[in-house]
């Protein structure tokens, strides 16, 4: 079993950064890859960014590459996704999760979900 908290979002204006974290509890977080998604007010969830469980590889959505890097400390069992050059189209509640690997990867791979962080950017 594996408890995801996310933290680190906020309001900031259109070209800032935000660095969100996702804590993992759990002695089988290094089992897992790891993945953000999005939902957008009115919008389906969305893929963002993966990273196999050794962070070895990653992968993301065509519309945040080059902007946003996901990360992870395995021996913090936390992941990271820092998001720079933000735009207003980036507001979204982000949501962590813990699963399979992919390219990208269903959200039905998914095994463990936290509750969302919400990232709201003005123009």
């Known amino acids: 079993q594996v408890q995801l908290v996310e933290s680190g979002g906020g309001l900031v204006q259109a070209g800032g950064s935000l660095r969100l974290s996702c804590a993992a509890s759990?002695?089988?977080?290094?089992?897992?890859?790891m993945a953000w998604f999005r939902q957008a007010p009115g919008k389906e969830r969305e893929f963002v960014a993966t990273?196999?469980?050794?962070?070895?590889?990653?992968y993301y959505a065509d519309s945040v590459k080059g902007r946003f890097t996901i990360s992870r400390d395995n021996a913090k069992n936390t992941v990271y996704l820092q998001m720079n050059s933000l735009k207003p189209e980036d507001t979204a509640v982000y949501y962590c999760?813990?699963?399979?690997?992919?390219?990208?990867?269903?959200?039905?791979?998914?095994?463990?979900w936290g509750k969302g962080t919400l990232v709201t950017v003005s123009s």
């Open positions: 759990g002695r089988t977080f290094t089992r897992y890859a």
């Open positions: 990273i196999t469980w050794s962070g070895g590889s990653t």
């Open positions: 999760a813990a699963g399979s690997y992919g390219q990208p990867p269903p959200s039905y791979g998914m095994l463990y």
